[in-house]
C-alpha cells in the first residue's frame, strides 16, 4: 500500500463521519492526487482529528501497482 496523507478543514463536524462520505470527499476534492486517479486504487480512508480546530488528519490507502 501507499498512503497518502492530507491536513483537511472540515466544513463541518459530520462532513467526514461515514467511510462514505469521507470516499465521496477524496472522489470530489483528491481524486487528482490518487494514484492512476481512480477510486479502485483506494481501499481506505481513516480520519484522525488534529491539534486545530476543525481541522482533521485524512490518510487515504491506496493499493500499488505490482511491477512486472
Known amino acids: ?3 497518502l ?3 483537511v ?3 463541518e463536524p459530520s462532513a467526514l463521519g ?3 462520505a ?3 470527499f ?3 476534492r483528491l481524486l487528482h492526487r490518487i494514484p492512476d486517479q481512480s ?3 483506494v481501499a481506505r480512508v481513516d ?3 488534529w491539534t486545530e480546530r476543525d481541522t482533521v488528519i485524512l490518510r487515504v490507502w491506496c493499493h500499488v501497482r505490482a511491477i512486472t
Do not use: C, K, Y
Request: aromatic share 8%.
Open 39 to 41: 477510486m479502485s486504487a
Open 47 to 49: 480520519v484522525t482529528p
Open 9 to 11: 478543514r472540515q466544513p
Open 5 to 7: 496523507t492530507f491536513l
Open 26 to 28: 477524496v472522489e470530489e
Open 22 to 24: 469521507r470516499r465521496r
Open 18 to 20: 461515514s467511510d462514505a
Open 1 to 3: 500500500f501507499e498512503m
